[in-house]
């Protein structure tokens, strides 16, 4: 049972450039989060796709978005990168009960983000 | 916004005793705890949650204790290990939107010597 997988593990931009990072949910679940994790911080809330569209989103800008696919596999994108958006990039997943609520989030590996 | 935060952020144990790691949250509302164990390079692991009806819970050497007068979470874990060293993160929430989207304090640090 393949668990959440993420791509690519590491990734370096520049300044003003745009990234697209990609996630595997967790085999039988549909529902997708991304958090943003700075060093020596919790993981923060950018948004959560489930049946292929944005459920909820956090405080982060419009420069970061998503997507979801039938398969329910996603991608992150962000737009004009600055150099805080250093991070490491988790994707979670979960199962979302239908008429009920999606609990507990099972994390991948991330990817660790360098902006330069 | 709200936040969750953790009293310790180092805790330095000998191998075979047991760990106490402390969070405060501050949403009142909050309804669903979740403890987190993050090791370097890896993402964050699920180890046990609770809800706010319950004021313990046991798993697998941890056990969760909720106090909600005082909004106070902690984790036990019980004849710690080295390969228990990570960081621990507490997680409150709140149904909202059809999930509970989590949110995460700082983390402890716990260290465990052989």
């Known amino acids: 049972d393949a668990g959440v997988t993420q791509s690519p593990t590491h990734l370096i931009k520049t300044r003003g450039q745009q990234v697209t990072l990609r996630c595997s949910p967790k085999s039988g679940h549909d529902t997708v989060s991304w958090y943003q994790q700075a060093l020596g911080q919790g993981p923060q809330f950018i948004f959560q796709y489930y049946e292929e569209e944005e459920r909820q989103r956090g405080n982060f800008p419009d420069r970061f978005s998503g997507h979801q696919f039938p398969n329910y596999s996603s991608e992150l994108n962000v737009n004009a990168l600055l150099l805080g958006d250093s991070a490491l990039y988790l994707c979670?997943?979960?199962?979302?009960?239908?008429?009920?609520?999606?609990?507990?989030?099972?994390f991948g590996p991330g990817t660790r983000l360098l902006v330069l | 916004g709200e936040s969750v935060g953790l009293h310790l952020p180092t805790l330095s144990v000998q191998e075979g005793d047991n760990s106490i790691i402390n969070c405060a949250y501050s949403n009142s509302a909050s309804d669903y705890f979740i403890w987190y164990k993050q090791e370097s390079g890896k993402g964050p692991q699920f180890i046990i949650d609770i809800r706010s009806n319950m004021d313990k819970r046991q798993g697998q050497r941890v056990t969760v204790l909720l106090n909600k007068t005082v909004k106070h979470l902690s984790l036990q874990i019980a004849a710690t290990q080295p390969g228990d060293s990570a960081v621990y993160f507490c997680a409150e929430s709140l149904a909202s939107g059809g999930s509970y989207i989590p949110t995460f304090g700082r983390g402890t640090s716990l260290i465990v010597h052989p």
């Open positions: 979670a997943s979960s199962l979302g009960a239908a008429g009920g609520l999606s609990e507990t989030q099972y």
